[in-house]
């Protein structure tokens, strides 16, 4: 965790997740890009951005990648020509007000779970297959993208990538998908980066296990209250945790 001071930011920023081995052109690739979609494609909302930011407020922005996505920040689409031997599960979660932001944590790793333990419902997956089909179209729409995404099937052993994803799709039923999430979903083995003030007292919130309440400035329906009794206990195991003054992040 990155301790900023006040001057640098008054929110906390989360990514966390973990390393897998599904890449493109894996048996499980399409199956785990439909997880990752429900969750919460970039920008484009998803299971993580209603449940975070549409039906509590806690925070911005809430998504899922099951690839690496650098300055994902500043831009709707990944780059091509970012081919990688080893792929990673990855939630974005920020910005977060600091005392509400282990409630936010907790929160993701909830609806994660839920994905793994109960899948999506067929609806859902039509749904999003549909979406999936449809908006892969738009990450090639220049020369240049078609070029550069070209040359990454030619690394990762695939054919023509939007015809790759779109027969992949096709062929997919949500039993692939459910069992996908359960297989390579691990909340257990999430590493976390936070970045923000009063980052020392998340840390040993954290490491406690202490209940994390939050108090809302409107009222919420009893459905919502009821979920984040059950969330603000959610367990988290803490192995190894370190608190690293940002003036110490690049020396």
Same mark, same amino acid.
């Given at each position: 965790?990155?301790?900023?001071?006040?001057?640098?930011?008054?929110?906390?920023?989360?990514?966390?997740?973990?390393?897998?081995?599904?890449?493109?052109?894996? #048996?499980?690739?399409? @199956?785990?890009?439909?997880?990752?979609? !429900?969750?919460?494609?970039?920008?484009? *909302?998803?299971?993580?951005?209603?449940?975070?930011?549409?039906?509590?407020?806690?925070?911005?922005?809430?998504? #899922?990648?099951?690839?690496?996505? +650098?300055? &994902?920040?500043?831009?709707?689409?990944?780059?091509?020509?970012?081919?990688?031997?080893?792929?990673?599960?990855?939630? !974005?979660?920020?910005?977060?007000?600091?005392?509400? #932001?282990?409630? @936010?944590?907790?929160?993701? =790793?909830?609806?994660?779970?839920?994905?793994?333990?109960? *899948?999506?419902?067929?609806?859902?997956?039509?749904?999003?297959?549909?979406? =999936?089909?449809?908006?892969?179209?738009?990450?090639?729409?220049?020369?240049?993208?078609?070029?550069?995404?070209?040359?990454?099937?030619?690394?990762?052993?695939?054919?023509?990538?939007?015809?790759?994803? @779109?027969?992949?799709?096709?062929?997919?039923?949500?039993?692939? $998908?459910?069992? #996908?999430?359960?297989?390579?979903?691990?909340?257990?083995?999430?590493?976390?980066?936070? $970045?923000?003030? *009063?980052?020392?007292?998340?840390?040993?919130?954290?490491?406690? &296990?202490?209940?994390? +309440?939050?108090?809302?400035?409107? +009222?919420?329906?009893?459905?919502?209250?009821? $979920?984040?009794?059950?969330?603000?206990? !959610? +367990?988290?195991?803490?192995?190894?945790?370190?608190?690293?003054?940002?003036?110490? $992040?690049?020396?």
């Amino acid at each position: 965790m990155i301790s900023a001071g006040t001057i640098l930011g008054r929110q906390v920023t989360m990514s966390f997740g973990h390393t897998i081995p599904v890449m493109r052109g894996h #048996a499980d690739y399409h @199956a785990l890009l439909v997880a990752q979609c !429900w969750l919460g494609q970039h920008r484009n *909302g998803g299971r993580l951005f209603d449940s975070i930011r549409e039906l509590r407020g806690l925070n911005y922005g809430d998504y #899922a990648y099951i690839e690496y996505f +650098p300055r &994902g920040m500043y831009q709707f689409e990944p780059d091509p020509c970012l081919a990688r031997q080893q792929q990673i599960f990855q939630v !974005w979660l920020r910005p977060v007000e600091p005392s509400k #932001a282990l409630f @936010a944590f907790r929160l993701a =790793l909830y609806e994660i779970e839920q994905l793994r333990l109960g *899948g999506i419902t067929q609806e859902d997956f039509e749904r999003t297959r549909n979406f =999936l089909t449809k908006y892969v179209k738009l990450l090639l729409k220049t020369d240049s993208l078609r070029q550069g995404y070209a040359i990454d099937s030619e690394f990762y052993g695939v054919g023509e990538y939007v015809e790759f994803i @779109a027969s992949g799709l096709a062929q997919l039923s949500v039993e692939d $998908v459910n069992r #996908a999430a359960r297989k390579y979903l691990d909340v257990k083995r999430f590493c976390l980066v936070a $970045v923000g003030p *009063g980052m020392e007292e998340f840390a040993a919130a954290l490491k406690s &296990g202490a209940a994390s +309440p939050i108090q809302y400035e409107v +009222p919420q329906p009893e459905e919502v209250l009821a $979920v984040d009794r059950v969330v603000e206990v !959610w +367990p988290v195991e803490v192995k190894t945790l370190k608190v690293i003054p940002f003036e110490e $992040v690049f020396e």
